[in-house]
Nanobody
Framework: QVQLVESGGGLVQAGGSLRLSCAVSRRTASSYAMGWFRQAPGKEREFVARISWSGGSTYNANSVKGRFTISRDNAKNTVYLQMNSLKPEDTAVYYC?????????????????WGQGTQVTVSS
């Protein structure tokens, strides 16, 4: 069983930055590709970014390219999402997820483990 705990959410003004963290409970965290997803009220869960086992391969959704950066520190069993130039439309609950595949996916169904989520609110 893999447990994921997100932190770092909060309230920020448009144009500001936040860094989300996802702590992975298992020492073999490096065996999992990781992803970030988000869900706004009344909307479906949306892919944000993913990162491979090693951290050498990343991919962002078009909506966040150039603004968000996903990274990981396997020594600390932690995955990060650096969010810059935040917009009101980025407001959502952000979830991290773990996939047994090497590179991860943009599809939520391919992730086996999920965190409880952290709220990000961007005011205009």
């Amino acid at each position: 069983q893999v447990q994921l705990v997100e932190s770092g959410g909060g309230l920020v003004q448009a144009g500001g930055s936040l860094r989300l963290s996802c702590a992975v409970s298992r020492r073999t965290a490096s065996s999992y590709a990781m992803g970030w997803f988000r869900q706004a009220p009344g909307k479906e869960r949306e892919f944000v970014a993913r990162i491979s086992w090693s951290g050498g391969s990343t991919y962002n959704a078009n909506s966040v390219k150039g603004r968000f950066t996903i990274s990981r520190d396997n020594a600390k069993n932690t995955v990060y999402l650096q969010m810059n130039s935040l917009k009101p439309e980025d407001t959502a609950v952000y979830y991290c997820a773990a996939s047994p595949s090497q590179y991860g996916s943009s599809k939520a169904a391919e992730y086996d483990y999920w965190g409880q989520g952290t709220q990000v609110t961007v005011s205009s």
